[in-house]
């Protein structure tokens, strides 16, 4: 069996289907915030602790990726790709909406059989920050705010308690870390750590893990 990022805890609530893994993202005044757990599943089985599902694409955007993980990494892949060539023939880079496209475009020509990824693309370019979901079959969301997984229940009653629109991405990192750390405690499908990034007028950073370790002791001390 292929590892797969979202097989465990997979259940149906009405039409509504959620899988493990849980990622966040969230736009700011500044920027984007994005943020996943690092847990990759096949079946009830934990394939590996430290799997990498928030990935740069370009120094102004990034995605957060679930599903499986061949397909997953060919969307990444894809995706770059296409940036990179944006910015070869143009001299500037990709507008955050177009990757979005980019990757819908892709998923919906597979539609009769499709990737198995759902990803959210988020960042900053000329225009602001801004922050799309796009799902199995292509079709795309723009979000302010969005928690996605097996553990978006648990990470949505910590966004939607604190986060407000308009916030700093030095006041949201920390919420969306919280947020991911939560999921872990509470959805068997989470867990193990947690990566968060930060794109803004600066370009793309990722938290260290000195960051993150004080971030899991100051979220974890306070339950």
Same mark, same amino acid.
């Given at each position: 069996?292929?590892?797969?990022?979202?097989?465990? *805890?997979?259940?149906?609530?009405?039409?509504?289907? $959620?899988? *493990? @893994?849980? #990622?966040?993202?969230?736009?700011?005044?500044?920027?984007?915030?994005?943020? @996943?757990?690092t847990?990759?599943?096949?079946?009830?089985?934990?394939?590996?602790?430290?799997?990498?599902?928030l990935?740069? %694409?370009?120094?102004? %955007? +990034?995605? #957060?990726?679930?599903?499986?993980?061949?397909? !997953?990494?060919?969307?990444?892949? @894809?995706?770059?790709? $296409?940036?990179?060539?944006?910015?070869?023939?143009?001299?500037?880079?990709?507008?955050?909406? +177009?990757?979005?496209?980019? &990757?819908?475009?892709?998923?919906?020509?597979?539609r009769?059989?499709?990737? %198995?990824?759902?990803?959210?693309?988020?960042?900053?370019?000329?225009?602001?920050?801004?922050?799309?979901?796009?799902?199995?079959?292509?079709? %795309?969301?723009?979000?302010?705010?969005i928690?996605?997984?097996?553990?978006?229940? &648990?990470? $949505?009653?910590?966004?939607?308690?604190?986060?407000?629109?308009?916030? @700093?991405? !030095?006041?949201?990192?920390?919420?969306?870390?919280?947020?991911?750390?939560?999921?872990?405690?509470?959805?068997v +499908?989470?867990? /193990?750590?947690?990566? &968060? +990034?930060?794109? /803004?007028?600066?370009?793309?950073?990722e938290?260290t893990?000195?960051e993150?370790?004080?971030?899991?002791?100051?979220?974890?001390?306070?339950?």
């Amino acid at each position: 069996m292929s590892r797969d990022f979202n097989q465990v *805890g997979k259940k149906t609530l009405g039409s509504a289907m $959620y899988h *493990g @893994t849980t #990622t966040v993202g969230l736009v700011c005044s500044d920027g984007v915030v994005l943020a @996943t757990d690092t847990r990759v599943t096949a079946g009830g089985f934990i394939a590996h602790k430290r799997g990498k599902k928030l990935l740069k %694409i370009d120094d102004n %955007i +990034a995605m #957060t990726i679930s599903g499986g993980v061949a397909d !997953a990494q060919n969307v990444v892949d @894809t995706a770059k790709y $296409y940036t990179n060539m944006y910015r070869m023939e143009k001299g500037r880079p990709m507008p955050v909406k +177009a990757a979005a496209q980019v &990757v819908s475009n892709m998923l919906f020509s597979a539609r009769y059989y499709p990737y %198995i990824a759902d990803v959210l693309v988020g960042g900053v370019d000329s225009s602001g920050g801004s922050l799309f979901n796009v799902d199995i079959f292509g079709s %795309i969301n723009k979000e302010s705010m969005i928690a996605t997984g097996s553990g978006s229940p &648990v990470a $949505y009653g910590v966004l939607e308690a604190e986060f407000k629109e308009g916030t @700093t991405v !030095a006041k949201a990192y920390p919420l969306a870390a919280k947020a991911i750390i939560a999921a872990t405690k509470r959805n068997v +499908a989470t867990g /193990d750590h947690f990566d &968060v +990034a930060i794109l /803004d007028k600066e370009g793309f950073r990722e938290l260290t893990e000195q960051e993150k370790d004080k971030l899991l002791a100051q979220f974890t001390s306070s339950n």
